[in-house]
């Protein structure tokens, strides 16, 4: 009796160790097809980002830039239009009427008197 169970075991250590069809060959595919499953994904994974990364170097990042760009453009001539438009407190002078006082009397040096006082002045002497 033990020695068909001797036999029994080592048919059945026989199968599990068997590389053809034994459980372990079975284990051994199985991982196999799981590892190359793994790695053709992990392939996809890399050209989608490939592609993702050549797409957003070469349209969005120059689209943003311009968009930034012309939106700074608009914006400086806004804000110059803005300041163009209000005028500045001491930039315009305001033009100050001066009239001439006529005199009888020219002044030492040959020239009329420019003001009251010195009329006044010149008509006491």
């Known amino acids: 009796m033990m020695t ?22 079975q284990v ?4 196999n097809r799981l ?19 050549t797409w957003l ?6 689209l943003i830039s311009t968009a930034a760009l012309v939106i700074g453009l608009a914006a400086g001539m ?3 239009g803005c300041m163009d438009s209000v005028p500045a407190a001491g930039a ?4 100050t009427v001066v009239q001439a ?3 009888t009397e020219p002044r030492e040096n ?3 008197v420019g003001s009251p006082k010195q009329q006044h002045h010149n008509q006491s002497k």
């Open 4 to 25: 068909r169970v001797q036999k029994e075991l080592s048919a059945a250590l026989g199968n599990l160790s068997d590389s053809n069809g034994g459980i372990v060959a």
């Open 28 to 31: 051994e595919s199985a991982n």
């Open 35 to 53: 590892t190359q499953s793994l790695e053709k994904r992990e392939n996809a994974l890399d050209a989608l980002l490939h592609q993702l990364n």
């Open 57 to 62: 170097l070469c349209f969005w990042i120059p």
């Open 78 to 80: 806004r804000i110059e």
């Open 92 to 95: 315009t002078p305001t033009p």
């Open 101 to 103: 006082v006529p005199t």
């Open 110 to 112: 040959g020239g009329p």
